[in-house]
């Protein structure tokens, strides 16, 4: 017998560690060549790191949220016989203990540590109080009595209320020993609901401590360094869409059997892309450490799209290439790919441009984040029918507003609000989606 390590394989270029996003295997589990070990992520790609031999699992190296280096043991298995020396680890014939975590630091919370939760009812100048200075006047019911975090958990757990519980410490304090007397002397632990009023419903205490781990911390990193780095700001267009869904209503019945259905996001897609080729500061990323603002000919848009396991950004490329249902096709394709899991790295990242869209659920004004270091996001909100005044006479029309969000760093308000009313001529006048402006390249659609 021998142990062999399982190390991470390189899981992408350019990566130098992966996060164990879920074991599928346990320690003592026989398991066979080729099975699943584990599922790891990268750049917002999940991957499955599968075992090349048979064996029996010794040892997981880390839990679910923790980073592990690219080369380095992932799994050790007892596996039969010899093994190539590459993988095993120095000592052969024994299991090497598992490294003490490292110390605590404000990057735990990212990492999948629990998080404290703050007591709602703690008195936030008392706390810092030296204990002489702290008030004793406290009402027995009406005012929480003094008690460690731990001491309130261990409360909460046997259902004691602790202003029923006579604390021997400064000012009242309630300690282990004072809650343990409590318990042995057999008094019926008082809950809330008990001195609740009639009528009231017992309340739900429970808490759930869900830790950031996978795609949700990737997304929470992702969304934290957008609102801190980036300068947002917002711009909200009304739209009148009636005559595109007019449009969108006809192609789809004269639309073959092989082509994709039409939604109104392709469309979108047709509108801005047009819309760029006036503004291209917006079809653009910033690097904000070099101070440079790149520019891109080519159209590659960004839609965002919620799957199971959170919001990812899949990538039309060069969408300035492709006509209304190419555009549908690709859509229809990532979406897919999205909600499965089976995109790779290239297809979900290097957009210059994103479009979000809830369909029927899109509210009727949002404020998107800008996904770094794009200078640009439009979203999408739902089409409704409202009272609309054209010429003196109250008239129903479908309406949907556009709320775009822009890096005021590199793009002012003016060619925001130009940029955005170009969209909005397009997609009231949908004949101008099939006419090219003078000097710009023949459209696709």
């Known amino acids: ?23 599928l295997v346990a320690v003592g589990e026989e398991i066979s060549r080729d099975q699943a ?9 999940t991957v499955q790191i599968e075992a090349p031999v048979d064996g029996t699992v010794l040892s997981l190296n880390g839990a679910p949220g923790d ?23 120095e000592e052969q014939n024994s299991v090497p203990a598992p490294s003490p975590p490292p110390p605590k630091t404000d990057n735990d919370l990212q990492r999948g540590q629990a998080l404290k939760v703050p007591d709602p009812f703690e008195d936030p100048f008392e706390a810092d109080l030296p204990e002489p200075q702290r008030r004793v006047d406290r009402p027995a019911g009406l005012v929480k009595p003094l008690a460690s975090p731990a001491v309130r958990k261990r409360a909460l757990d046997a259902g004691v209320e602790l202003r029923f519980v006579n604390g021997s410490g400064p000012a009242g304090r309630i300690s282990h020993a004072d809650l343990d007397a409590y318990l042995r002397a057999g008094t019926t632990p008082q809950v809330l609901a008990a001195t609740a ?24 990193a992702q969304m934290s360094t957008a609102k801190s780095r980036i300068p947002h700001i917002t711009y909200v267009e009304e739209v009148d869409v009636s005559a595109l869904e007019d449009l969108r209503k006809s192609l789809n019945e004269s639309a073959g059997v092989a082509q994709p259905k039409l939604t ?66 690709e859509i229809a394709r990532l979406a897919q790919g999205a909600r499965d899991g ?63 969000s822009f890096d005021h760093r590199v793009v002012d308000g003016m060619d925001v609000a130009k940029f955005m009313q170009q969209i909005k001529r397009r997609l009231e006048q949908p004949a101008l989606l099939f006419i090219d402006p003078p000097g710009q390249k023949p459209s696709v659609v």
């Open 342 to 404: 089976s995109l790779s790295s290239p297809e979900l990242s290097g957009s210059t441009f994103t479009i979000s869209s809830l369909g029927a659920l899109g509210g009727v004004v949002s404020t998107p984040v800008i996904n770094h270091p794009e200078v640009a996001i439009l979203a999408v909100n739902k089409i409704a029918e409202r009272p609309v005044v054209i010429d003196g006479t109250v008239v129903v029309r479908k309406m949907m507003n556009l709320s775009g």
């Open 1 to 23: 017998m021998a142990t062999y390590g399982v190390k991470l394989p390189d899981v992408g270029e350019g990566v130098a560690e992966a996060e164990v996003v879920e074991w």
């Open 37 to 45: 070990l584990a599922e790891v992520m990268t750049d917002k790609a």
């Open 197 to 220: 009023a009639p009528g009231m419903r017992e309340p739900n205490l429970r808490i759930d401590e869900v830790p950031l781990v996978g795609l949700r911390r990737r997304i929470a």
């Open 67 to 89: 980073l592990i280096a690219v080369g380095a043991d992932l799994v050790l298995l007892d596996v039969e016989g010899s093994v190539d020396a590459a993988h095993q680890p």
């Open 264 to 329: 109104v996001l392709p469309l979108i897609v047709a509108a801005v892309r047009s819309a760029l080729g006036a503004h291209p500061e917006m079809n653009a990323r910033f690097d904000d450490e070099a101070e440079v603002v790149r520019q891109h000919g080519a159209f590659h848009c960004g839609v965002a799209a919620d799957t199971p396991k959170g919001l990812v950004v899949p990538v039309i490329r060069h969408a300035e290439t492709l006509d209304l249902w190419g555009l549908a096709t």
